[in-house]
């Protein structure tokens, strides 16, 4: 069984903080790995994808990958009450086309 | 462009009875796929389409539920005898290819919200 395990929250974060979102998955073989933004009653929305181990940096977001210890996080920095959503981690694993194991989420909540 | 698109945004429907569910994806997009996500979870793959071909259906729930595409194009979800357990938000998702040595972005619709009383 293939799974990807999340803290569902909520995570709650002051305005300006620095966010820290954290995914674990199961199969070492996998390459590829998203985090979605999902507002409430909405459907999600790719924020950032990352293939290879280390850091990518796209504006405030940083995604840090580690597959020795198959996990992947994603760093909001300069928190803003609009980033308060649900974070969805997306594991592609080994051996498939581009069908997508999701994690349940994490509930983030950026307070004024 | 236009992204995906699902009709109807909302269903209502009665226990036992059958609904179909449409995906338009994004132009040009080969590979699309359906999710389903109930309340307060994740979301649970159900079926992937490259083209007209359905090489994995591991994740529809049961024989009731079925998917067809045509054209490459639009794709619809059908539920037969509706259960209150099949109540869930319904989304698809297409991308340019399927797989292509590194991921393709998947794309999601708004989605169907469907209720079964």
């Known amino acids: 069984q293939k799974e990807v395990e999340q803290n569902s929250g909520p995570l709650s974060v002051p305005e300006g903080a620095i966010a820290s979102l954290n995914c674990t998955y199961s199969d070492r073989g996998s390459q590829s790995f998203f985090w979605y933004r999902q507002y409430s009653g909405k459907s999600p929305e790719l924020i950032m994808f990352i293939y290879s181990n280390g850091d990518k940096e796209d504006g405030r977001f940083t995604a840090q990958l580690n597959k020795a210890s198959q996990y992947v996080s994603l760093l909001i920095r300069d928190s803003q009450p609009s980033d308060s959503a649900t974070y969805l981690c997306?594991?592609?694993?080994?051996?498939?086309?581009?069908?997508?194991?999701f994690g349940a989420g994490t509930r983030l909540a950026v307070h004024p | 462009g236009a992204g995906v698109s699902q009709s109807p945004s909302n269903k209502v429907t009665e226990k036992g009875k059958d609904v179909e569910l449409r995906c338009d994806p994004i132009?040009?997009?080969?590979?699309l796929y359906w999710y389903r996500q109930s309340l307060g979870q994740g979301l649970e793959f159900l079926i992937y389409f490259q083209g007209n071909s359905a090489p994995d259906k591991s994740g529809l729930p049961s024989d009731r539920f079925s998917a067809e595409r045509t054209g490459g194009s639009v794709s619809t979800l059908t539920i037969q005898r509706t259960q209150q357990e099949d109540s869930a938000v319904y989304l698809c998702a297409s991308s340019l290819v399927a797989y292509s040595g590194e991921q393709e972005t998947q794309y999601f619709g708004p989605g169907t919200r469907l209720l079964v009383l």
């Open positions: 132009s040009g997009h080969t590979a």
């Open positions: 997306a594991v592609a694993f080994s051996g498939g086309y581009n069908k997508l194991i």
